[in-house]
């Protein structure tokens, strides 16, 4: 992502702080995986938000109005033992001439430097409880601060919570964003396309599995979550990763599975039947979905409630499943109790960009917020029948169906990031169709 990009973000937010204010913002640690084995490592959001920065042990510091620098970062060192194991640091001169840092000191000399520009600030703006030991630094520094007063010290009056402004920055994508977040919809659609293309009878699921990584990695992406691919019973376990089952001829399969560009992700779903052909009652369900789906997505538009797109599909959702005689009673009644919620037991979508899940309020006070371009949201409702469900005829069990699309928020209405991935019952059915074999 172009470096003006991470310039305008910082300036922006500065000028939300105003002058006394300074950030503090530590990047991600390393993570272990097991013993000395570390998991890949992946920036912080907020902190990757601000800077670009990709590297661990680095701490962001913004100072709005400060004369001889703003923007300060503390890095490692160049070090050329260390990086002939662990590859190039930017130090330095890197923080500086790469990400834009107006001066930038080694991560070793932050507790001699960084009490003397919180002493010149009036307000901190840090978010607690996030990195447990960092939050003991930065009390540490402030509280170095207050015992010296006597010498004439001057300590920052106010904490401030930096998540609360950040965060809403980070609800309305730019158009830099929203172009990462169609590329990382554009490979994952096609990676689920894959998936589908290949599914049959006799295969394990994580070959699915494969597909998916193989699809994700030939861009230079990853997964932006651990995919789910569960067949058969396991349609209806709602965070099944386990990924291990041979799937059976008349299974359902759902695959929830999305990727990363730039660190912001995709989220998508897509449900099929693991033989090319929907059974009956696997279409009925499939089709009350696909048109809860379709509902609660034209209700994605400027002006409309957060909470539109979840009521739409919870209507259409329930009105299905009276319609199958899955539930009994008058609608509205129903939709009052919450009948659906026995099969359709997760809310209809959530906020998507560097992170899956993402940042930003769902609701203004008591009120749901109201949908503005630059958002992005997933639509996401879903039917679970699981094995023994009482009251429900069998022919209706291990049916598990989900459709999940991720959709921006538009001038006029919506754009539907993730519309590369078939989901029309004859799309998916024409894209498994095997050649027939002369007898
Ligand atoms: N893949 C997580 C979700 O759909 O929310
Ligand atoms: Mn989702
Ligand atoms: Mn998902």
């Not at 009994?328 to 209809?348: C, E, N, Q, V, W």
């Not at 699309?405 to 991935?421: E, I, R, Y």
């Amino acid at each position: 992502m172009n470096q003006k990009e991470f310039v305008r973000r910082r300036k922006q937010l500065m000028r939300m702080m105003g002058h006394g204010g300074i950030a503090i913002m530590p990047a991600a640690p390393v993570k272990l995986r097991n013993r000395d084995v570390e998991h890949d490592y992946r920036q912080e959001s907020d902190f990757h938000y601000l800077t670009g920065f990709p590297e661990p042990e680095a701490v962001l510091v913004l100072i709005p109005g400060r004369k001889q620098a703003e923007y300060i970062l503390f890095c490692r060192e160049r070090d050329p033992l260390r990086e002939t194991w662990d590859g190039v640091r930017a130090g330095q001169d890197g923080a500086i001439a790469d990400f834009g840092a107006d001066d930038a000191f080694p991560i070793g000399d932050i507790d001699e430097i960084l009490p003397g520009l919180i002493e010149q600030c009036e307000r901190v703006y840090y978010t607690l409880g996030i990195h447990q030991e960092f939050d003991q630094q930065v009390v540490g520094w402030v509280q170095q601060l207050r015992s010296q007063v006597n010498r004439g010290t001057h300590t920052p009056q106010e904490f401030v919570a930096l998540d609360h402004l950040l965060h809403d920055m980070r609800l309305y994508k730019s158009r830099a964003e929203i172009s990462a977040m169609r590329k990382s919809a554009r490979i994952a659609a096609r990676a689920h396309e894959r998936a589908i293309s290949a599914c049959r009878p006799g295969m394990y699921e994580y070959e699915i599995h494969a597909d998916l990584i193989h699809e994700f990695k030939r861009h230079g992406s990853v997964p932006s979550y651990s995919p789910i691919v569960g067949s058969g019973p396991n349609s209806c376990v709602l965070h099944y990763n386990k990924n291990d089952r041979l799937m059976q001829d008349g299974d359902l399969l759902l695959v929830d599975a999305g990727c990363e560009v730039d660190c912001y992700a995709s989220d998508i779903t897509r449900t099929y039947p693991v033989n090319g052909r929907f059974s009956k009652e696997q279409r009925e369900i499939y089709e009350v979905v696909l048109r809860a789906q379709h509902a609660a997505i034209d209700k994605v538009r400027p002006g409309n409630h957060w909470n539109d797109p979840h009521d739409a599909a919870v209507r259409a959702i329930t009105a299905g499943l009276r319609d199958l005689g899955l539930l009994k009673g008058p609608l509205t009644k129903l939709i009052k109790d919450g009948a659906y919620s026995r099969f359709f037991m997760h809310r209809t979508g959530h906020w998507i960009g560097l992170d899956v899940h993402d940042v930003g309020d769902y609701k203004v006070g008591d009120e749901w917020r109201v949908l503005e371009p630059g958002m992005v949201l997933t639509i996401e409702p879903g039917i679970y029948i699981a094995s023994g469900s009482k009251g429900v005829a069998k022919k209706w069990w291990n049916i598990g169906v989900r459709i999940e699309d991720d959709v921006l928020v538009t001038k006029d209405g919506h754009d539907v990031l993730s519309a590369g991935a078939v989901k029309e019952v004859a799309e998916i059915e024409k894209l498994m169709a095997r050649p027939v074999k002369a007898a």
